[in-house]
């Protein structure tokens, strides 16, 4: 099945313990993203990639890191966690064909205490 | 740069009503547009995919349009039922591959 698989799905942490929030899709696409979501403040984008070893900045790239070594996936490091970090985090990963729809991971929720 | 404003903000309905949500934004350059239902702590589902060549695409009692000219596409739900209540997104891809999302339409249909 065509997925794109985050994990943990739920984690609860504590200020400064570094973690990794992974990402991986088995759609061979070359575009993935992480986003945070926020009640009220909607979707916004932290980091993107086109493809392997290249990466960009999105909205609110602060406090968090990335890296694509291979295109399948994508991790997301914070490496001191805040509270202000807490949040509903989102992978996604689109083919570069216009006709390929952005697809989604299920979420994961974080808390930073 | 790219705005995307979702119309309203949210939404009430009784069951078997039709139903508009609305999507514009502000750079008419774009390259496709993209519709998601999001449910409550979930991921996001895509519903419907329009082509900037494209008037309007169809799935099932959902209708989506894009009228490029006028920076608008409208999600029509027809005869709603309760398991439509969730967050409906519309997303604005232009020139980069980036898309940029509205904030949402949360819909309630109530029995």
């Known amino acids: 099945e065509a997925q794109v698989t985050q994990n943990p799905r739920y984690l609860i942490t504590v200020t400064g313990k570094k973690l990794t929030v992974t990402c991986s899709q088995n759609m061979n696409h070359e575009y993935m993203s992480w986003y945070r979501q926020d009640p009220g403040l909607g979707l916004r984008q932290i980091y993107y990639s086109m493809n392997v070893e290249v990466t960009d900045k999105g909205d609110v790239p602060e406090g968090y890191k990335v890296s694509r070594k291979e295109k399948r996936n994508f991790p997301l490091i914070l490496e001191s966690p805040s509270p202000n970090q807490t949040s509903l985090y989102f992978c996604?990963?689109?083919?570069?064909?216009?006709?390929?729809?952005?697809?989604f991971g299920a979420g994961s929720r974080l808390t930073v205490l | 740069k790219q705005e995307v404003t979702q119309i309203p903000a949210a939404l009430s309905v009784p069951e078997g009503e039709n139903l508009v949500l609305n999507c514009s934004f502000t750079?008419?350059?774009?390259?496709?547009l993209q519709w998601f239902r999001q449910d409550p702590g979930k991921g996001l589902t895509s519903l419907l995919l329009?082509?900037?060549?494209?008037r309007e695409q169809t799935s099932g009692r959902l209708n989506a349009s894009l009228d490029k000219s006028s920076g608008r596409s409208t999600l029509y739900i027809a005869a709603s039922q309760p398991g439509d209540s969730a967050t409906y997104l519309c997303?604005?891809?232009?020139?980069?591959?980036?898309?940029?999302f509205g904030r949402g339409t949360s819909l309630i249909v109530h029995p």
């Open positions: 997303a604005v891809r232009a020139g980069s591959y980036i898309p940029t």
């Open positions: 750079d008419s350059a774009i390259y496709n």
């Open positions: 329009i082509q900037s060549s494209q």
């Open positions: 996604a990963s689109k083919g570069l064909s216009g006709a390929n729809v952005l697809t």
